[in-house]
């Protein structure tokens, strides 16, 4: 699992790329409420955020290469993603995080005071108030790109990326 998650290089069938994404997504979800809810060591755990996006090009770069395509087409999902995950974020926030406003309201209040330190004191209960919406959202988003890039077909052959996973042309699973 750690040349899929590390290793750009390769192909990856549909099974292999899911257990990466739920692996991903499982990493994200403990990150997310490590730092909503875990003080300075939750929030140190967010380290793992920053190799997240590497890890997600790896696994997804694998599939697409599977497809014969270019990692560089995971840009597009990465694009999708924010613009997915901002959506529902938008739409859900009001019903699964209604808190949310009344203390955005307020940090921005203080910014325009000219309070930035108070109002960087809110940053920390938003991210409480908001994970639910938070949560639901890297999820969705998560399965909605992760399904289209399963659903990609897998070159039986060998191709510019290598051969197909296992090795063998005919093992297309």
């Not at 790896?58 to 697409?64: D, I, M, S, T």
């Not at 995950?85 to 406003?101: C, N, T, Y």
């Not at 909605?144 to 197909?164: K, R």
Request: glycine letters at 10%; a neutral charge.
């Amino acid at each position: 699992m750690l040349t899929v998650l590390f290793n750009p290089n390769g192909r990856i069938g549909p099974r292999t790329f899911w257990r990466g994404v739920f692996l991903l997504l499982a990493a994200m979800i403990i990150v997310s409420v490590a730092g909503a809810y875990g003080g300075a060591a939750g929030q140190a755990l967010g380290i793992f955020s920053l190799a997240a996006p590497y890890c997600y090009l790896c696994v997804y770069g694998k599939r697409l290469h599977d497809n014969g395509k270019s990692a560089w087409l995971f840009l597009a999902f990465l694009a999708g993603y924010f613009v997915v995950s901002s959506g529902l974020s938008m739409v859900l926030m009001p019903f699964l995080s209604p808190g949310v406003a009344p203390l955005e309201a307020q940090m921005t209040l203080l910014i325009e005071q000219g309070q930035l330190m108070d109002a960087i004191n809110y940053a920390p209960e938003i991210n409480k108030a908001g994970i639910m919406t938070s949560l639901v959202s890297l999820i969705a988003s998560n399965a909605l790109l992760g399904f289209i890039a399963a659903s990609l077909s897998s070159d039986p052959q060998s191709n510019a990326y290598g051969p197909p996973e296992g090795g063998l042309a005919s093992d297309t699973f």
